[in-house]
């Protein structure tokens, strides 16, 4: 698994694009390869803006809730040492990494997509730690102490996975930026957070505020 893979499969959707290994605002404990801002500078053709929409790489991007919660990880190191962990929607992996530094016993990064769990991996190398790769959070096996999920539920289709997450581990802890005011029975917030997506997308500021829920039970 090489950066030049990935950089491949990043060119499938933007030609000229590069990753770049880029340190975060608040997170300079960690890196990660994520598209260099100089190639959001430019109009998008149609063509790109097609394929960018039917297949976002998601995983070139800091999410600002995966930056907020990496951030609040490494502030509390306690809520992860010694656990087995899943960062479910992990991108970049970069909550993974930030629980993995954390002393976490196992970090899992959970992601659909194929990339993503590539991205995770060379990020893992970045950063000197290890991560475990699942591309099916149902085929993880064993006992988990906590899921952590950041920026996934702006696809309603993953509201299913908070009854999931909630029968599966002892806690979970989740960041949105989306989701600001979650109605569930089984969640409460917690805190409010900061984080800005990076490379910056120019999203409304808004979003920038980032909800952070654990279970109730
Ligand atoms: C907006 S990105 C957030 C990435 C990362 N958590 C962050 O905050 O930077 C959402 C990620 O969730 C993944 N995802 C969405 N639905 C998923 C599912 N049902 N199972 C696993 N991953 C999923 C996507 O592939 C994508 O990588």
């Avoid at 509390?76 to 970049?92: A, I, Q, Y």
Wanted: hydrophobic fraction near 45%.
């Amino acid at each position: 698994m090489s950066l030049a893979a990935l950089n491949t499969e990043l060119h499938q959707v933007l030609a000229d694009a590069q990753l770049i290994a880029t340190r975060l605002p608040g997170l300079e404990a960690l890196q990660l390869w994520l598209l260099d801002p100089a190639n959001l500078n430019r109009a998008f053709s149609s063509e790109e803006t097609r394929r960018l929409l039917d297949q976002p790489p998601y995983w070139s991007f800091c999410w600002g809730s995966g930056l907020a919660l990496a951030r609040w990880v490494l502030a509390h190191p306690e809520r992860v040492r010694g656990k087995r962990v899943l960062d479910f929607g992990s991108g970049s992996g970069v909550v993974a990494i930030a629980c993995a530094m954390a002393g976490a016993q196992q970090s899992i990064a959970c992601d659909i997509d194929a990339p993503a769990l590539l991205a995770s991996n060379l990020n893992a190398q970045l950063n000197g730690v290890d991560l475990v790769m699942a591309n099916d959070y149902f085929a993880v096996t064993g006992d988990i102490d906590l899921i952590m999920a950041a920026d996934v539920l702006y696809d309603s289709s993953n509201r299913v996975f908070l009854e999931h997450f909630r029968q599966r581990a002892a806690a979970v802890i989740l960041a949105d930026s989306r989701v600001r005011d979650l109605q569930h029975p089984g969640y409460r917030r917690l805190d409010t957070l900061q984080g800005q997506t990076w490379p910056d997308l120019g999203e409304p500021l808004a979003f920038r505020e980032v909800a952070l829920y654990g279970n109730a039970n």
